[in-house]
């Protein structure tokens, strides 16, 4: 399977400013990429599909202004959380499928102060 | 809209027991993979095992298995011989055909393996 890196692993930030979070497929051109949230105790939420070179699909109730999803090239989309809210503190994994499955990255512990 | 449930929240086992984690499913697809997935306190999602709905052999990777019935829609994880290793989250996963398609999980089973 593809190994996938997500940076950072954790990041605390004020309210009101942005944070961006990296994944990049290591030894596999993605050409999808997927984001997903987890609350505590709870199962993952995709919030979005990101797709090579054209927009993201946003899942329903997924605000796209606040979640920004650029993916430029096949190994690298990242995910921009925007005017940052305390509500917006979670978990954030990103996820690329390959043939035999889906790869996860480490996964994001973003919490706004 | 697939979903998937997993009616066991929490589930306790002795080491080297064996223990089976319930998983269902609706769909109206033909074509599809189910996963299942595991993830320690680390948070790092782990690919335990897969099934492609077109195989009616039962996949196996080393002490799991599944018990997939597809007209039940049904797609049950068994762990043989558990170890304290094994305590995690097990989330149940749908995926339709094609690496683009997206996973649908359901609320997860935590797993507690114990001496």
């Known amino acids: 399977g593809a190994v996938v890196s997500q940076h950072p692993s954790r990041v605390i930030c004020k309210s009101g400013t942005s944070v961006k979070i990296e994944c990049r497929s290591l030894?596999?051109?993605?050409?999808?990429m997927f984001w997903y949230r987890q609350f505590p105790k709870q199962s993952l939420m995709l919030m979005a599909t990101?797709?090579?070179?054209?927009?993201?699909?946003?899942e329903q109730g997924v605000e796209k202004d606040k979640f920004l999803i650029n993916h430029a090239s096949l190994t690298l989309s990242t995910l921009t959380v925007t005017s940052a809210h305390p509500e917006d503190s979670s978990f954030y994994i990103c996820s690329v499928g390959t043939d035999y499955g889906y790869t996860f990255g480490s996964g994001t512990r973003l919490t706004v102060v | 809209a697939q979903t998937v449930t997993q009616s066991q929240p929490e589930m306790s086992v002795q080491e080297a027991e064996t223990v089976t984690l319930s998983c269902t499913y609706d769909t109206s697809e033909n074509n599809y993979y189910l996963f299942w997935y595991k993830q320690p306190p680390s948070r790092q999602m782990i690919l335990v095992i897969r099934q492609e709905a077109y195989k009616q052999q039962n996949a196996t990777e080393n002490r799991f298995s599944v018990n997939f019935q597809k007209a039940a829609k049904s797609f049950s994880l068994k762990i043989s011989d558990s170890q304290l290793g094994d305590t995690a989250m097990y989330f149940c996963a749908f995926g339709s055909a094609g690496t683009a398609s997206k996973l649908t999980f359901g609320t997860g089973t935590r797993l507690q393996v114990t001496l």
């Open positions: 990101s797709n090579e070179g054209s927009k993201a699909t946003y």
């Open positions: 030894d596999f051109q993605a050409t999808t």
